[in-house]
């Protein structure tokens, strides 16, 4: 049988970003896992796990929803505030949601800032050159931002679905010239989704912030998955860029049916 690998420590200052400024000089790898509540939280910081986004991914991993657009400011304030709480020493990042943020720098500044009072770190918001004015505004009040690039789940409808983004060169120059900007707005971080690999290679080169990953290659500074995919609880589609690495489904359908079958056996609970 293999042995199995002893498993990395993880950094003991998880939280502050100037540690994360750190990692990346160093060129240590950070990982990143979506969590929405306190148990799933608590585990993954004990786990090692260096940061949790409370995604609005929760649309559809744990409301069941088709994308990400029905998730509000107050779902995403709820969760935010129960993972917080649970997990303390890692860095905590919260996602804008859709229709919270778009209208003016002014609302996505109030918007944040009930995020930050709810425990996040630093708060994510989807879009390009659109959102430089907007990264400036909150940076420059005291609102810490990780800009997401790439395959942006809120415009799903505009882009066809969720389709991999940069595949041309033009395409791939303008999201070059996006990351640039946002990180000369004041973004502090940059998220990638679903692009061709040397391309996030090349940005994260380029850029002097932490770059993350989901479905961008290994070139980046840290690299983040959705927790139901990692735990095999998806229930439905997975990402090919992802990766399962238990078949929770499976092993809690059974413990439940085991529980069922002791209780209509008499089995459980036990006399007395």
């Known amino acids: 049988m293999d042995s199995i690998p002893p498993r990395a420590e993880p950094a003991p200052d998880r939280k502050s970003l100037t540690s994360w400024d750190r990692a990346k000089r160093s060129q240590t790898k950070r990982v990143l896992i979506t969590a929405y509540d306190h148990p799933f939280a608590k585990l993954a910081e004990q786990a090692g796990i260096d940061g949790i986004l409370i995604g609005d991914s929760l649309g559809m991993t744990i409301q069941g929803g088709r994308d990400t657009l029905r998730v509000s400011l107050e779902h995403m304030l709820y969760h935010t505030e129960i993972v917080a709480r649970a997990a303390q020493a890692c860095l905590i990042m919260a996602d804008l949601p859709f229709g919270s943020f778009e209208a003016s720098p002014a609302q996505a500044f109030a918007s944040a800032a009930l995020l930050v009072k709810a425990g996040a770190d630093i708060i994510k918001l989807e879009g390009g050159a659109p959102m430089v004015e907007t990264v400036a505004f909150l940076s420059a009040r005291a609102i810490p931002v990780c800009a997401h690039i790439g395959l942006t789940p809120q415009h799903v409808r505009q882009l066809g679905g969720f389709k991999k983004q940069g595949k041309t060169a033009d395409a791939a120059a303008l999201l070059l010239a996006d990351a640039q900007a946002l990180a000369e707005a004041g973004a502090r971080m940059v998220l990638m989704e679903a692009i061709p690999a040397p391309l996030a290679t090349e940005i994260t080169k380029t850029l002097t912030v932490p770059t993350i990953g989901i479905g961008a290659g290994p070139g980046t500074d840290a690299q983040i998955l959705v927790l ?25 359908r059974d413990a439940i049916g085991r529980y069922a079958d002791e209780v209509r056996t008499q089995a459980f609970p036990p006399p007395g």
């Open 228 to 252: 139901h995919d990692v735990l095999g609880l998806s229930g439905g589609y997975v990402p090919g860029f992802a990766r399962t690495y238990l078949d929770g489904a499976s092993l809690m």
